[in-house]
């Protein structure tokens, strides 16, 4: 199952704008991280925001979490070509077995045209 | 830190015949996981371990799909009797045993089922 589900789907900006990005999951969180994917590749992680966090900076990364409203969103402030990528929300979802398994949803594709 | 290393980058196989990667986790990480990422979709999650015991298991492994972690380091998956609907980038990932889950991702391996 996906937990968290990234709005838009898709992204295309200009250079030097601001991108936005949405996730909204269904069950309860300890925390929700984000993760920036170039196309072909693996995923690396970008920033992660604990449950009793609501705004959280890494560099030109803003993101904020509302869990009454089990919502995130990643700013990407004067964005760049090379932030061209698919961006995916992953939060903690307890398994089966009772483990906890980060679960990501199917991500937000961003352009940024040079 | 070498980082998660995944092997092979890319395979080709005919349909019914087996498969295996590998996953080289960062050392010092108990924790392994195994995602299967297809195109325009986030990672979904197969399987995971704590040292060489496999805790959880998803639905989507079927019983073609085997993963192994003999001595808690390097992980295998297993895919017997290959099928078309496999083809997809099978992701490994890593982590402390302690604290917030914050998985580091290989770049994975690339399966293509003709």
């Known amino acids: 199952s996906q937990q968290g589900e990234e709005d838009p789907q898709a992204l295309s900006i200009q250079e030097g704008e601001n991108a936005t990005m949405n996730c909204s999951y269904k069950?309860?969180?300890?925390?929700l991280q984000w993760y920036r994917q170039n196309s072909g590749r693996g995923l690396v992680h970008l920033i992660l925001i604990r449950s009793n966090e609501r705004e959280k900076h890494s560099g030109r990364l803003r993101v904020t979490l509302d869990t009454s409203k089990k919502s995130s969103s990643l700013l990407i402030t004067a964005s760049r070509a090379a932030d061209t990528a698919s961006y995916f929300c992953?939060?903690?979802?307890?398994?089966?077995?009772?483990?906890?398994?980060?679960?990501f949803g199917r991500g937000t594709s961003l352009i940024v045209h040079p | 830190d070498t980082g998660v290393s995944q092997n092979p980058r890319h395979k080709i196989t005919k349909r019914g015949q087996n498969v295996t990667f590998r996953c080289d986790p960062i050392s010092e990480h108990n924790r392994l996981y195994w995602y299967r990422q297809t195109l325009g979709q986030g990672p979904e999650f197969l399987t995971y371990f704590q040292n060489e015991a496999q805790l959880e298991k998803s639905r989507l492994l079927s019983d073609r799909f085997s993963a192994e972690r003999p001595k808690g380091s390097f992980s295998t998956l297993e895919i017997q009797r290959t099928e078309q609907g496999d083809s997809a980038m099978y992701l490994c990932a890593s982590s402390r045993g302690q604290g917030v889950l914050k998985p580091f991702f290989g770049q994975g391996t690339r399966l293509t089922v003709v």
């Open positions: 992953a939060t903690d979802e307890s398994a089966s077995g009772g483990s906890y398994i980060p679960t």
């Open positions: 069950t309860s969180i300890n925390n």
